[in-house]
C-alpha cells in the first residue's frame, strides 16, 4: 500500500509539471525507474509508455482552452514519428554519455534564448508562423525522444518558440498535442524490444493523468513571462542532470 502511494505522489508530481510546461516528464520519469530498480533501457522505453498517457490528458486540456496551433503539431510530426523510431531503435549503438553532454549544452542555450525574449506576448496566433523551420524542430526532438527516452517537449517549446515564432502559451499547448504521438512511436519501438514495463506504467497512470489536467489548467493561469522564466530553469536543471 505505501509504494503504491508513493508511485501515485510520484505521478502526480510529474503530470503537474508536464501538463504545466506542455513536456511529457520523461527527465522526471526515467531516474524515477531507476530508483525503483529497473535498468536503464527498461526504464527509458516505460517512461515513453508513461509519457503517452500524460501527454494524453494535458494535450485534451489546452485543445478545450484554444491553445493549441493543430497545423504547426501535425506538421512537426510527420517528421517527428519515423525519427523517434530510429531514435529507440539506435538506443544501443551510440554512445550515450557523449550524446548526453551535447545534448545538455543544447539545453543550457535554448535556456539562454528562452531567457533573452522578454516581455508579454500576443496571445494570437496570427503573428508570424516560420512553418519552414517546423521540420527541424520534428526531426531532431522526435530522434531525441527516442533515444534518451524523455519527451519530445523538451525540445519543442523553446523550438517552437525561438525558431518557429509560437507564442509560449501555444508552443507549451501545440506541444503536449504533438508529444503525444511522438512518444507512442517511440513506446511501441521500445515495446516491441521488450524495454517497457506495463505494470509500473498503469501503476503510475493516475497520478500522472490527473496531474497532467492540472498542470495544464494552471498553464493559461500563469502569466507568459514567469513560463518562460520556469521552463527556462527546467532546461538548466536537466542539463546538469545528464552532464552528472
Not at 516528464?25 to 509508455?49: D, E, K, N, R
Amino acid at each position: 500500500m505505501l509504494n503504491y502511494l508513493l508511485e501515485l505522489t510520484a505521478g502526480l508530481i510529474i503530470g503537474i509539471v508536464a501538463g504545466l510546461f506542455g513536456i511529457g516528464g520523461g527527465f522526471l520519469i526515467v531516474p524515477t525507474l531507476t530508483l525503483m530498480g529497473l535498468p536503464i533501457h527498461l526504464a527509458i522505453g516505460t517512461s515513453l509508455a508513461c509519457i503517452v498517457m500524460s501527454s494524453f490528458a494535458s494535450a485534451f486540456t489546452h485543445l478545450r482552452e484554444g491553445k493549441v496551433l493543430l497545423r504547426v503539431a501535425v506538421l512537426k510530426e510527420l517528421f517527428s514519428v519515423p525519427t523517434a523510431v530510429l531514435g529507440a531503435y539506435l538506443t544501443t549503438f551510440i554512445n550515450e554519455a557523449l550524446l548526453r553532454t551535447i545534448f545538455s549544452l543544447l539545453l543550457i542555450y535554448l535556456a539562454y534564448e528562452l531567457l533573452k525574449t522578454s516581455g508579454e506576448e500576443c496571445s494570437s496566433e496570427a503573428q508570424a508562423i516560420n512553418y519552414r523551420n517546423i521540420p527541424i524542430v520534428g526531426v531532431f526532438a522526435g530522434f531525441t525522444s527516442g533515444l534518451l527516452g524523455i519527451s519530445g517537449g523538451i525540445l519543442n517549446v523553446p523550438l517552437f518558440h525561438t525558431m518557429v515564432g509560437v507564442p509560449v502559451r501555444y508552443a507549451i499547448g501545440t506541444s503536449s498535442v504533438a508529444i503525444f504521438f511522438t512518444a507512442f512511436a517511440g513506446a511501441y519501438e521500445h515495446y516491441t524490444l521488450g524495454q517497457v514495463s506495463l505494470k509500473i506504467a498503469l501503476l503510475l497512470a493516475p497520478g500522472l493523468i490527473a496531474g497532467a489536467y492540472i498542470g495544464a489548467r494552471l498553464a493559461h493561469r500563469i502569466r507568459p513571462r514567469r513560463l518562460k522564466l520556469g521552463f527556462a530553469g527546467i532546461l538548466i536543471l536537466i542539463a546538469i542532470r545528464m552532464i552528472l
